[in-house]
Protein backbone atom coordinates (compact mmCIF):
# COMPACT_ATOMS: atom_id res chain seq x y z
CA UNK A 1 0.00 0.00 0.00
CA UNK A 2 1.64 3.35 -1.06
CA UNK A 3 1.14 5.53 1.88
CA UNK A 4 0.15 8.97 -0.34
CA UNK A 5 -3.28 6.73 -1.58
CA UNK A 6 -4.00 5.42 2.16
CA UNK A 7 -7.33 6.91 3.29
CA UNK A 8 -6.99 8.47 6.52
CA UNK A 9 -3.82 10.11 7.41
CA UNK A 10 -1.66 10.89 10.60
CA UNK A 11 -2.23 13.81 12.82
CA UNK A 12 0.16 16.24 14.27
CA UNK A 13 -2.33 16.63 17.64
CA UNK A 14 -4.79 14.39 19.12
CA UNK A 15 -8.55 15.87 18.36
CA UNK A 16 -9.22 17.99 21.40
CA UNK A 17 -12.41 15.92 22.63
CA UNK A 18 -10.60 13.16 22.87
CA UNK A 19 -9.47 11.91 26.53
CA UNK A 20 -8.53 8.43 26.14
CA UNK A 21 -4.80 7.58 25.70
CA UNK A 22 -5.51 4.39 22.90
CA UNK A 23 -8.52 7.38 20.76
CA UNK A 24 -6.19 9.76 21.01
CA UNK A 25 -3.07 7.48 19.82
CA UNK A 26 -5.44 5.69 17.31
CA UNK A 27 -6.84 8.79 15.82
CA UNK A 28 -3.62 10.64 15.35
CA UNK A 29 -2.14 7.07 13.96
CA UNK A 30 -5.06 7.12 11.35
CA UNK A 31 -6.66 4.51 12.65
CA UNK A 32 -10.47 5.78 14.07
CA UNK A 33 -12.28 8.95 13.30
CA UNK A 34 -14.78 9.77 16.02
CA UNK A 35 -18.22 10.65 14.94
CA UNK A 36 -19.91 11.18 18.39
CA UNK A 37 -18.78 9.88 21.74
CA UNK A 38 -18.42 5.97 21.71
CA UNK A 39 -18.79 5.73 18.25
CA UNK A 40 -16.30 5.35 15.35
CA UNK A 41 -15.21 4.59 12.18
CA UNK A 42 -12.42 2.45 11.44
CA UNK A 43 -10.11 3.50 8.84
CA UNK A 44 -8.26 1.11 6.33
CA UNK A 45 -5.38 1.40 9.36
CA UNK A 46 -7.89 0.45 11.94
CA UNK A 47 -9.70 -2.12 9.46
CA UNK A 48 -6.52 -3.90 9.32
CA UNK A 49 -6.17 -4.26 13.09
CA UNK A 50 -9.85 -5.18 14.29
CA UNK A 51 -9.83 -8.18 11.39
CA UNK A 52 -6.63 -9.78 12.33
CA UNK A 53 -7.64 -9.52 16.07
CA UNK A 54 -11.16 -10.97 14.89
CA UNK A 55 -9.14 -13.57 12.66
CA UNK A 56 -7.30 -15.20 15.47
CA UNK A 57 -10.25 -15.20 18.11
CA UNK A 58 -11.96 -17.33 15.07
CA UNK A 59 -9.24 -19.56 14.79
CA UNK A 60 -9.48 -19.98 18.67
CA UNK A 61 -13.19 -20.42 18.44
CA UNK A 62 -12.48 -23.12 15.96
CA UNK A 63 -10.48 -24.88 17.61
CA UNK A 64 -12.74 -25.70 20.64
CA UNK A 65 -15.26 -26.05 18.05
CA UNK A 66 -17.20 -22.78 17.77
CA UNK A 67 -19.55 -22.58 14.76
CA UNK A 68 -19.65 -19.47 13.40
CA UNK A 69 -23.00 -17.54 12.64
CA UNK A 70 -24.18 -14.07 12.58
CA UNK A 71 -27.41 -13.25 14.27
CA UNK A 72 -29.65 -10.24 13.99
CA UNK A 73 -28.55 -6.52 15.72
CA UNK A 74 -32.68 -6.13 15.73
CA UNK A 75 -34.62 -8.14 18.08
CA UNK A 76 -38.24 -8.20 19.08
CA UNK A 77 -39.28 -6.51 22.33
CA UNK A 78 -40.90 -9.66 23.40
CA UNK A 79 -38.22 -12.13 23.78
CA UNK A 80 -36.40 -9.02 26.08
CA UNK A 81 -39.59 -9.44 28.04
CA UNK A 82 -39.60 -13.00 28.74
CA UNK A 83 -36.19 -12.41 30.51
CA UNK A 84 -37.03 -9.94 32.26
CA UNK A 85 -34.26 -7.71 30.68
CA UNK A 86 -36.44 -5.54 28.58
CA UNK A 87 -36.90 -3.29 32.11
CA UNK A 88 -33.77 -4.51 33.72
CA UNK A 89 -31.05 -4.02 31.48
CA UNK A 90 -30.12 -0.63 32.45
CA UNK A 91 -28.11 0.28 28.83
CA UNK A 92 -30.14 -1.26 26.23
CA UNK A 93 -31.23 0.75 23.41
CA UNK A 94 -35.04 0.43 22.58
CA UNK A 95 -35.91 1.77 19.06
CA UNK A 96 -39.40 2.80 18.18
CA UNK A 97 -40.55 2.23 14.78
CA UNK A 98 -42.83 5.09 13.09
CA UNK A 99 -45.87 2.24 13.30
CA UNK A 100 -45.47 2.20 16.88
CA UNK A 101 -43.56 -1.51 17.36
CA UNK A 102 -40.83 -1.54 19.80
CA UNK A 103 -37.38 -3.30 18.97
CA UNK A 104 -33.81 -3.86 21.20
CA UNK A 105 -30.75 -3.23 19.62
CA UNK A 106 -28.14 -6.02 20.40
CA UNK A 107 -26.41 -5.31 23.47
CA UNK A 108 -25.74 -9.51 23.83
CA UNK A 109 -27.54 -12.19 22.25
CA UNK A 110 -29.04 -14.58 24.35
CA UNK A 111 -32.92 -13.54 23.89
CA UNK A 112 -31.83 -14.91 20.04
CA UNK A 113 -29.49 -17.14 20.36
CA UNK A 114 -31.67 -19.28 22.92
CA UNK A 115 -34.93 -19.63 20.96
CA UNK A 116 -32.93 -20.18 17.89
CA UNK A 117 -31.05 -23.08 19.71
CA UNK A 118 -34.54 -24.47 20.56
CA UNK A 119 -35.98 -24.73 16.83
CA UNK A 120 -33.17 -27.17 16.19
CA UNK A 121 -32.18 -29.01 19.56
CA UNK A 122 -34.44 -32.20 19.95
CA UNK A 123 -32.50 -34.84 21.64
CA UNK A 124 -29.42 -35.57 23.84
CA UNK A 125 -27.41 -36.48 20.45
CA UNK A 126 -27.84 -32.63 19.30
CA UNK A 127 -25.72 -31.69 21.64
CA UNK A 128 -23.27 -30.01 22.88
CA UNK A 129 -23.61 -27.38 20.83
CA UNK A 130 -21.09 -24.05 20.06
CA UNK A 131 -22.22 -21.05 18.02
CA UNK A 132 -20.78 -17.99 18.22
CA UNK A 133 -20.43 -14.75 16.48
CA UNK A 134 -18.25 -11.60 15.91
CA UNK A 135 -20.93 -8.66 15.57
CA UNK A 136 -21.59 -4.90 15.92
CA UNK A 137 -23.39 -4.32 19.67
CA UNK A 138 -25.30 -1.20 20.92
CA UNK A 139 -25.27 -0.30 24.63
CA UNK A 140 -26.28 3.12 25.95
CA UNK A 141 -23.19 3.66 28.26
CA UNK A 142 -23.19 6.57 31.07
CA UNK A 143 -19.95 7.81 30.07
CA UNK A 144 -17.99 7.02 27.20
CA UNK A 145 -15.30 8.78 27.53
CA UNK A 146 -12.44 5.74 27.19
CA UNK A 147 -12.33 5.24 23.01
CA UNK A 148 -12.30 2.08 21.98
CA UNK A 149 -12.53 0.75 25.54
CA UNK A 150 -16.06 1.57 26.46
CA UNK A 151 -18.06 2.63 22.93
CA UNK A 152 -21.78 3.00 22.50
CA UNK A 153 -21.37 0.80 19.21
CA UNK A 154 -18.65 -1.42 19.16
CA UNK A 155 -17.47 -5.29 18.85
CA UNK A 156 -18.20 -8.15 20.48
CA UNK A 157 -17.33 -12.12 19.91
CA UNK A 158 -20.13 -14.50 21.50
CA UNK A 159 -19.99 -17.98 22.00
CA UNK A 160 -22.80 -19.52 23.37
CA UNK A 161 -22.73 -23.19 24.57
CA UNK A 162 -25.55 -25.78 24.76
CA UNK A 163 -24.53 -28.89 27.40
CA UNK A 164 -26.90 -31.80 28.18
CA UNK A 165 -25.52 -31.81 31.79
CA UNK A 166 -23.80 -29.40 33.88
CA UNK A 167 -20.65 -31.50 34.10
CA UNK A 168 -20.71 -31.11 30.50
CA UNK A 169 -20.90 -27.52 30.54
CA UNK A 170 -17.90 -26.97 33.48
CA UNK A 171 -15.47 -29.49 31.64
CA UNK A 172 -16.26 -27.07 28.10
CA UNK A 173 -16.07 -23.85 30.60
CA UNK A 174 -12.25 -24.78 30.89
CA UNK A 175 -11.43 -25.19 27.53
CA UNK A 176 -13.33 -22.24 26.86
CA UNK A 177 -10.84 -20.31 29.76
CA UNK A 178 -7.40 -21.80 27.97
CA UNK A 179 -8.68 -20.78 24.29
CA UNK A 180 -9.52 -17.20 25.63
CA UNK A 181 -5.52 -17.12 27.09
CA UNK A 182 -4.14 -18.37 23.96
CA UNK A 183 -5.92 -15.51 21.74
CA UNK A 184 -4.96 -12.59 24.65
CA UNK A 185 -1.16 -14.01 24.28
CA UNK A 186 -1.60 -14.21 20.38
CA UNK A 187 -2.40 -10.58 20.42
CA UNK A 188 0.59 -9.50 22.69
CA UNK A 189 -1.24 -8.74 26.03
CA UNK A 190 -1.03 -10.22 29.55
CA UNK A 191 -4.42 -10.99 30.48
CA UNK A 192 -5.31 -11.42 34.64
CA UNK A 193 -7.73 -14.60 35.00
CA UNK A 194 -10.07 -12.85 37.18
CA UNK A 195 -12.98 -13.76 40.01
CA UNK A 196 -16.17 -11.33 39.23
CA UNK A 197 -20.00 -11.77 40.32
CA UNK A 198 -21.57 -14.53 38.67
CA UNK A 199 -24.81 -13.30 39.77
CA UNK A 200 -27.33 -16.05 41.34
CA UNK A 201 -26.22 -19.10 38.86
CA UNK A 202 -22.87 -19.53 39.62
CA UNK A 203 -20.28 -18.55 42.51
CA UNK A 204 -18.13 -16.74 40.00
CA UNK A 205 -17.73 -16.22 36.47
CA UNK A 206 -14.12 -15.41 35.34
CA UNK A 207 -13.09 -11.96 33.25
CA UNK A 208 -9.72 -11.74 31.80
CA UNK A 209 -8.46 -8.87 32.43
CA UNK A 210 -5.27 -6.34 31.28
CA UNK A 211 -3.83 -4.12 33.90
CA UNK A 212 -4.17 -0.25 31.60
CA UNK A 213 -3.95 2.74 33.95
CA UNK A 214 -7.31 4.17 32.15
CA UNK A 215 -9.09 0.90 32.82
CA UNK A 216 -12.18 1.51 34.87
CA UNK A 217 -12.07 -1.90 36.54
CA UNK A 218 -10.23 -2.47 40.21
CA UNK A 219 -8.43 -5.63 40.39
CA UNK A 220 -6.89 -6.92 43.60
CA UNK A 221 -3.81 -9.01 41.97
CA UNK A 222 -1.36 -11.10 44.05
CA UNK A 223 2.24 -11.75 41.89
CA UNK A 224 2.95 -14.76 43.79
CA UNK A 225 0.21 -16.89 43.79
CA UNK A 226 -2.76 -16.55 40.90
CA UNK A 227 -5.11 -15.07 43.33
CA UNK A 228 -7.26 -12.19 41.27
CA UNK A 229 -10.58 -10.69 41.86
CA UNK A 230 -12.67 -7.87 41.15
CA UNK A 231 -13.13 -5.42 43.47
CA UNK A 232 -16.92 -5.63 43.07
CA UNK A 233 -17.09 -9.10 45.07
CA UNK A 234 -13.98 -8.78 47.13
CA UNK A 235 -14.18 -9.10 50.65
CA UNK A 236 -14.53 -6.13 53.28
CA UNK A 237 -11.88 -5.82 54.18
CA UNK A 238 -9.78 -5.92 50.86
CA UNK A 239 -12.28 -3.37 49.77
CA UNK A 240 -10.76 -0.40 51.66
CA UNK A 241 -7.60 -0.34 49.85
CA UNK A 242 -6.98 2.00 47.04
CA UNK A 243 -5.18 1.76 43.49
CA UNK A 244 -1.96 1.83 43.71
CA UNK A 245 -1.09 1.01 48.06
CA UNK A 246 -0.67 -2.99 48.56
CA UNK A 247 -2.30 -5.77 51.02
CA UNK A 248 -2.02 -9.04 52.32
CA UNK A 249 -2.97 -11.63 49.88
CA UNK A 250 -5.64 -13.61 51.58
CA UNK A 251 -4.64 -16.98 49.64
CA UNK A 252 -0.96 -17.20 50.16
CA UNK A 253 0.04 -14.00 52.78
CA UNK A 254 2.47 -12.26 50.06
CA UNK A 255 2.10 -9.06 48.42
CA UNK A 256 -1.53 -7.90 47.09
CA UNK A 257 -1.71 -5.12 44.91
CA UNK A 258 -4.59 -3.24 44.02
CA UNK A 259 -4.37 -1.85 39.98
CA UNK A 260 -6.84 -0.61 37.38
CA UNK A 261 -7.42 -2.98 34.69
CA UNK A 262 -9.79 -2.96 31.60
CA UNK A 263 -12.10 -6.23 31.25
CA UNK A 264 -11.27 -8.25 27.57
CA UNK A 265 -13.32 -11.31 28.00
CA UNK A 266 -15.57 -12.64 30.33
CA UNK A 267 -17.24 -16.14 30.80
CA UNK A 268 -20.00 -17.21 32.51
CA UNK A 269 -21.95 -20.54 33.35
CA UNK A 270 -25.86 -19.68 32.71
CA UNK A 271 -27.07 -22.76 33.24
CA UNK A 272 -30.92 -22.74 32.66
CA UNK A 273 -30.74 -18.67 33.16
CA UNK A 274 -32.17 -18.48 29.46
CA UNK A 275 -33.13 -22.04 28.65
CA UNK A 276 -36.03 -21.58 31.31
CA UNK A 277 -37.63 -18.94 29.78
CA UNK A 278 -37.15 -19.92 26.07
CA UNK A 279 -38.27 -23.82 27.41
CA UNK A 280 -34.99 -24.79 26.17
CA UNK A 281 -35.00 -28.56 26.43
CA UNK A 282 -33.92 -32.00 25.10
CA UNK A 283 -34.90 -35.11 25.31
CA UNK A 284 -32.20 -37.53 26.88
CA UNK A 285 -31.41 -41.27 26.23
CA UNK A 286 -34.02 -42.38 28.42
CA UNK A 287 -36.90 -39.96 26.66
CA UNK A 288 -36.99 -37.13 29.60
CA UNK A 289 -37.00 -34.06 29.23
CA UNK A 290 -34.39 -32.51 30.49
CA UNK A 291 -33.42 -28.34 30.26
CA UNK A 292 -30.50 -27.28 28.30
CA UNK A 293 -27.50 -26.14 30.24
CA UNK A 294 -25.77 -22.95 28.72
CA UNK A 295 -22.62 -21.13 28.76
CA UNK A 296 -21.55 -17.66 27.34
CA UNK A 297 -18.09 -16.32 26.41
CA UNK A 298 -17.54 -12.89 25.37
CA UNK A 299 -14.37 -11.01 23.90
CA UNK A 300 -14.72 -7.00 23.53
CA UNK A 301 -12.85 -7.03 19.79
CA UNK A 302 -12.40 -3.12 19.71
CA UNK A 303 -12.10 -2.51 23.56
CA UNK A 304 -9.12 -5.43 23.02
CA UNK A 305 -7.53 -3.07 20.32
CA UNK A 306 -7.74 -0.10 22.15
CA UNK A 307 -6.10 -2.15 24.82
CA UNK A 308 -3.23 -3.11 22.67
CA UNK A 309 -2.94 0.34 21.45
CA UNK A 310 -2.49 1.73 24.92
CA UNK A 311 -0.57 -1.21 26.83
CA UNK A 312 2.19 -1.74 24.03
CA UNK A 313 2.77 1.95 22.52
CA UNK A 314 5.51 4.87 23.86
CA UNK A 315 5.78 8.44 23.72
CA UNK A 316 6.34 8.23 19.94
CA UNK A 317 3.33 6.07 18.95
CA UNK A 318 1.90 3.12 18.58
CA UNK A 319 3.60 -0.59 18.82
CA UNK A 320 1.54 -3.40 17.38
CA UNK A 321 2.66 -6.80 18.14
CA UNK A 322 2.88 -8.36 14.17
CA UNK A 323 0.06 -10.22 14.63
CA UNK A 324 -1.98 -7.40 14.81
CA UNK A 325 0.03 -5.08 12.73
CA UNK A 326 -2.41 -3.69 10.02
CA UNK A 327 1.45 -4.36 7.53
CA UNK A 328 4.11 -5.59 8.81
CA UNK A 329 6.89 -3.28 7.43
CA UNK A 330 6.58 0.59 7.03
CA UNK A 331 9.15 0.77 4.30
CA UNK A 332 10.33 4.95 3.44
CA UNK A 333 11.97 6.63 0.99
CA UNK A 334 14.26 9.32 1.69
CA UNK A 335 15.65 12.23 -0.44
CA UNK A 336 15.98 10.99 -4.13
CA UNK A 337 16.28 7.22 -3.33
CA UNK A 338 12.88 6.68 -5.12
CA UNK A 339 13.88 4.49 -7.78
CA UNK A 340 15.42 1.98 -5.94
CA UNK A 341 12.76 1.92 -3.21
CA UNK A 342 10.71 1.60 -5.72
CA UNK A 343 12.20 -1.70 -6.51
CA UNK A 344 12.37 -2.68 -2.91
CA UNK A 345 8.57 -2.48 -2.39
CA UNK A 346 8.22 -4.56 -5.24
CA UNK A 347 10.45 -7.24 -4.32
CA UNK A 348 9.07 -7.00 -0.64
CA UNK A 349 5.57 -7.14 -1.82
CA UNK A 350 5.89 -9.91 -4.55
CA UNK A 351 7.33 -12.31 -1.21
CA UNK A 352 4.10 -11.40 0.07
CA UNK A 353 5.25 -9.27 2.74
CA UNK A 354 2.90 -6.99 4.04
CA UNK A 355 4.02 -3.34 2.85
CA UNK A 356 2.83 0.26 3.57
CA UNK A 357 5.25 2.29 1.37
CA UNK A 358 5.98 5.82 2.11
CA UNK A 359 6.85 7.51 -1.17
CA UNK A 360 5.24 11.00 -0.38
CA UNK A 361 7.33 13.92 -0.96
CA UNK A 362 8.33 15.26 2.05
CA UNK A 363 11.02 15.48 5.17
CA UNK A 364 12.70 12.27 6.87
CA UNK A 365 11.70 13.95 10.37
CA UNK A 366 7.98 13.89 9.03
CA UNK A 367 8.28 10.52 7.33
CA UNK A 368 10.24 8.85 10.21
CA UNK A 369 8.02 10.54 12.99
CA UNK A 370 5.05 9.08 11.30
CA UNK A 371 6.29 5.64 11.32
CA UNK A 372 7.01 5.42 15.11
CA UNK A 373 3.16 6.59 15.30
CA UNK A 374 1.35 4.26 13.01
CA UNK A 375 3.75 1.62 15.14
CA UNK A 376 4.77 -1.48 12.32
CA UNK A 377 6.38 -3.92 13.48
CA UNK A 378 9.53 -2.85 10.93
CA UNK A 379 10.60 -0.18 9.33
CA UNK A 380 12.90 -0.58 6.09
CA UNK A 381 14.66 2.71 5.02
CA UNK A 382 16.27 3.77 1.65
CA UNK A 383 18.04 6.63 1.02
CA UNK A 384 20.44 7.80 -1.07
CA UNK A 385 23.71 6.73 0.98
CA UNK A 386 22.12 3.04 1.03
CA UNK A 387 20.56 3.07 -2.33
CA UNK A 388 24.34 4.18 -3.87
CA UNK A 389 25.11 0.81 -2.07
CA UNK A 390 22.21 -1.41 -2.96
CA UNK A 391 21.22 -1.43 0.52
CA UNK A 392 18.47 -0.85 3.01
CA UNK A 393 18.25 0.41 6.55
CA UNK A 394 16.28 -2.32 9.18
CA UNK A 395 14.81 -1.15 12.05
CA UNK A 396 12.58 -2.91 14.45
CA UNK A 397 9.78 -0.30 16.06
CA UNK A 398 10.91 -1.63 19.91
CA UNK A 399 14.60 -2.00 19.55
CA UNK A 400 17.29 1.02 18.75
CA UNK A 401 19.53 -1.20 16.76
CA UNK A 402 19.91 -0.20 12.86
CA UNK A 403 21.11 -2.68 10.34
CA UNK A 404 22.56 -1.61 7.12
CA UNK A 405 22.10 -4.81 4.40
CA UNK A 406 20.89 -6.11 1.52
CA UNK A 407 17.49 -7.10 -0.27
CA UNK A 408 18.16 -10.56 -0.23
CA UNK A 409 19.24 -10.31 3.37
CA UNK A 410 15.88 -8.23 4.44
CA UNK A 411 13.97 -10.73 2.31
CA UNK A 412 15.53 -13.55 4.15
CA UNK A 413 14.34 -12.00 7.67
CA UNK A 414 11.32 -11.01 6.74
CA UNK A 415 10.04 -14.26 4.55
CA UNK A 416 10.28 -17.05 7.20
P1 LIG B 1 -18.06 -3.50 31.51
O1 LIG B 1 -18.13 -4.00 32.92
O2 LIG B 1 -16.70 -3.04 31.11
O3 LIG B 1 -19.14 -2.53 31.16
P2 LIG B 1 -19.54 -5.82 30.83
O4 LIG B 1 -19.14 -6.74 31.94
O5 LIG B 1 -20.83 -5.13 30.90
O6 LIG B 1 -18.35 -4.76 30.59
P3 LIG B 1 -19.98 -8.06 29.08
O7 LIG B 1 -21.45 -8.01 29.05
O8 LIG B 1 -19.30 -9.06 29.95
O9 LIG B 1 -19.43 -6.60 29.44
O10 LIG B 1 -19.46 -8.12 27.57
C1 LIG B 1 -18.44 -8.96 27.08
C2 LIG B 1 -17.21 -8.18 26.67
O11 LIG B 1 -17.56 -7.11 25.76
C3 LIG B 1 -16.53 -7.47 27.82
O12 LIG B 1 -15.65 -8.37 28.47
C4 LIG B 1 -15.78 -6.34 27.10
O13 LIG B 1 -14.54 -6.82 26.61
C5 LIG B 1 -16.69 -6.02 25.94
N1 LIG B 1 -17.47 -4.79 26.21
C6 LIG B 1 -18.52 -4.65 27.05
N2 LIG B 1 -19.00 -3.40 27.03
C7 LIG B 1 -18.23 -2.72 26.14
C8 LIG B 1 -18.23 -1.39 25.66
N3 LIG B 1 -19.13 -0.51 26.08
N4 LIG B 1 -17.29 -1.04 24.72
C9 LIG B 1 -16.39 -1.93 24.28
N5 LIG B 1 -16.35 -3.20 24.70
C10 LIG B 1 -17.25 -3.61 25.61
MG1 LIG C 1 -18.44 -8.56 31.84
Known sequence: MRYSELFGKTLREAPRDEESKNAQLLARGGYVNKLMSGVYTFLPLGTRVLTKIENIVREEMAAIGGQEILMPTMQPKENWVATGRWDDFDVLYKVKSPDGREVALGPTHEEVVAPLAKQYVQSYKDLPLYLYQIQTKFRDELRAKNGLLRGREFRMKDLYSFHSSVEDLEAYYEKAKQAYAKIFDRVGLKALLTE???????????????????????????????FCQNKEIVSADLDKLKVGEAGVCPKCGENLEVVSATEVGNIFQLKNKYSDPFKLTFLDSDGQTQTVMMGCYGIGTSRLMGTIAEVLSDEKGLRWPEEVAPYKVHLVSLGKSMP??????????????????????????????????????????????????????????????????SIDETLEILVK
Open 196 to 226: ASGGTFSKYSHEFQVQVESGEDVLYHCSKCS
Open 340 to 405: FANEVYHKLVSAGVEVLYDERDCSAGVKLGDADLVGLPLRVVVSDKTAAENKVELKARNSEEVRVI
